[in-house]
């Protein structure tokens, strides 16, 4: 069975959508990944608890999304010494700003790597686990450099006119 390394967390269901792009860049990447909904406000136990042993469970990346007043990042990264990836969901009332502000601000001693609001952030958030992955598996670093080399080869030199 593959070892869980990334686990992506989020406070809410209707997160989901956004954190799926994530899981999907991992599973391009053939990262394994698990996905909970822990919630730093409704379910404070169950945060705790994720980051007590997120080490031992031998997870090695967290991606942690949360809209509005998104404390789920920063309580995670105050949980564990793993690096915590921060994903700022977009919200309707103030399109992800609130949610920026709550993810990037954190005090010196406990960083999370804020990524961009909603689906790019996510993405982002997926390829970067994978970066810090790839640091020790030179297997994944390939697989990541082919993707890069991928997207960027899609990329046509001169617009069209639709
Ligand atoms: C946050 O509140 C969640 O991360 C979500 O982005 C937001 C709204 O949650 P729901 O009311 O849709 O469950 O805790």
Redesign the pocket.
């Known amino acids: 069975m593959t070892e869980v390394k990334v686990g992506i967390i ?6 989901w959508p ?1 954190m799926k792009e994530a899981a999907d860049i991992l599973d391009e990447l053939g990262v394994a990944w698990e996905a909970r909904i822990v ?4 379910t404070p136990d169950r945060l705790w608890a994720y980051g007590r042993d997120a080490v031992g469970r031998g997870l090695q990346v967290i991606i942690a ?8 990042p920063g309580m995670m990264a105050s949980k564990t010494r793993l690096p915590v990836i921060g994903v700022p ?1 977009q ?1 309707k009332a103030l399109s992800g700003v609130d ?1 920026l502000y709550s993810i990037v601000q954190m005090p010196r001693g406990y960083p999370v790597a804020t990524m961009a609001i909603g689906a790019a952030g996510a993405a982002n958030a997926g390829l970067m686990a994978a970066g810090i992955l790839s640091l020790q598996d030179s297997g994944l670093a390939a697989r990541l450099d082919d993707w890069r080399a991928a997207l960027s080869a899609s990329i046509p030199e001169e617009p069209r006119n639709d």
């Open positions: 989020m406070g809410s269901q209707s997160d956004t919630s730093a406000h409704r999304g949360a809209g509005g007043a998104a404390h789920l969901v919200t949610s």
